[in-house]
C-alpha cells in the first residue's frame, strides 16, 4: 500500500488551529485527548503538555501542526508548542477507527479542566465516515499507541493538508 494514499484520521478547522495558538501562547506546548465518557468526557480536552497522562492503549490520531494555515502542507515534522499530539482512548479509537476526526470549535463554555474553558470557546469532535477504499488502507496503516510514543515513535507526516477552513470543508453535509 502507498502510505501517501491513506487519508489522515484528524483534520483541524482554522478557527480550532488560531484557538490552539492563543492557548500555546499561554500555557507552552499543548496536547489533547479525545476519550469516550459521557457528558464533557466525550468532548476533546485540551491540556499543558504532560499534564494528562496518556493510556498505553490511547491512539494517536494525529499531531496537530500549528504553523499551518488553511490547505498548506509542509515537509517537516512540528516541534515544541507548534506541535499539539491528539489522542483518543483504545476503546473510543475502536468505535470510531472508521471516521476522521475534525476538531472545530464553536461558541461556549468548555469543560472544567479544559484550557479553552475562559475563552468563550469549546472544542468540538466532528466526524466524517471513510470510504471503502480509505478504510482498506487505514486497515494496512499501522497506528501509534501511547506506549509506542513514550518509546520514542512518532509519525510520518501526511502530503495532504490537514487545516480547512470550516467543518463542512472536511465533512460536508450531504445534501447541502
Given at each position: 500500500?502507498?502510505?501517501?494514499?491513506?487519508?489522515?484520521?484528524?483534520?483541524?478547522?482554522?478557527?480550532?488551529?488560531?484557538?490552539?495558538?492563543?492557548?500555546?501562547?499561554?500555557?507552552?506546548?499543548?496536547?489533547?485527548?479525545?476519550?469516550?465518557?459521557?457528558?464533557?468526557?466525550?468532548?476533546?480536552?485540551?491540556?499543558?503538555?504532560?499534564?494528562?497522562?496518556?493510556?498505553?492503549r490511547?491512539?494517536?490520531?494525529?499531531?496537530?501542526?500549528?504553523?499551518?494555515?488553511?490547505?498548506?502542507t509542509?515537509?517537516?515534522?512540528?516541534?515544541?508548542?507548534?506541535?499539539?499530539?491528539?489522542?483518543?482512548?483504545?476503546?473510543?479509537?475502536?468505535?470510531?477507527?472508521?471516521?476522521?476526526?475534525v476538531?472545530?470549535?464553536?461558541?461556549?463554555?468548555?469543560?472544567?479542566?479544559?484550557?479553552?474553558?475562559?475563552?468563550g470557546?469549546?472544542?468540538?469532535?466532528?466526524?466524517?465516515?471513510?470510504?471503502?477504499?480509505?478504510?482498506?488502507?487505514?486497515?494496512?496503516?499501522?497506528?501509534?499507541?501511547?506506549?509506542?510514543?513514550?518509546q520514542?515513535?512518532?509519525?510520518?507526516?501526511?502530503?495532504?493538508p490537514?487545516v480547512v477552513?470550516?467543518?463542512?470543508?472536511?465533512?460536508?453535509?450531504?445534501?447541502?
Amino acid at each position: 500500500m502507498d502510505a501517501t494514499r491513506a487519508p489522515q484520521r484528524l483534520k483541524a478547522t482554522a478557527e480550532a488551529v488560531e484557538l490552539l495558538r492563543r492557548l500555546a501562547g499561554i500555557h507552552g506546548a499543548l496536547m489533547m485527548h479525545q476519550s469516550g465518557g459521557c457528558c464533557d468526557g466525550s468532548a476533546p480536552m485540551c491540556y499543558p503538555d504532560g499534564e494528562f497522562i496518556v493510556g498505553d492503549r490511547d491512539v494517536l490520531l494525529g499531531v496537530l501542526d500549528l504553523r499551518l494555515g488553511v490547505g498548506e502542507t509542509l515537509p517537516t515534522r512540528p516541534e515544541g508548542t507548534d506541535a499539539v499530539p491528539v489522542w483518543i482512548s483504545g476503546s473510543q479509537f475502536e468505535a470510531w477507527k472508521h471516521t476522521q476526526l475534525v476538531l472545530d470549535v464553536v461558541p461556549g463554555r468548555g469543560s472544567g479542566f479544559s484550557l479553552e474553558s475562559p475563552e468563550g470557546m469549546r472544542f468540538l469532535s466532528r466526524a466524517r465516515a471513510f470510504t471503502t477504499r480509505e478504510n482498506a488502507d487505514l486497515a494496512a496503516q499501522e497506528v501509534i499507541v501511547g506506549q509506542q510514543w513514550d518509546q520514542g515513535c512518532r509519525p510520518v507526516p501526511s502530503p495532504e493538508p490537514q487545516v480547512v477552513a470550516e467543518a463542512a470543508d472536511a465533512c460536508p453535509v450531504p445534501g447541502s
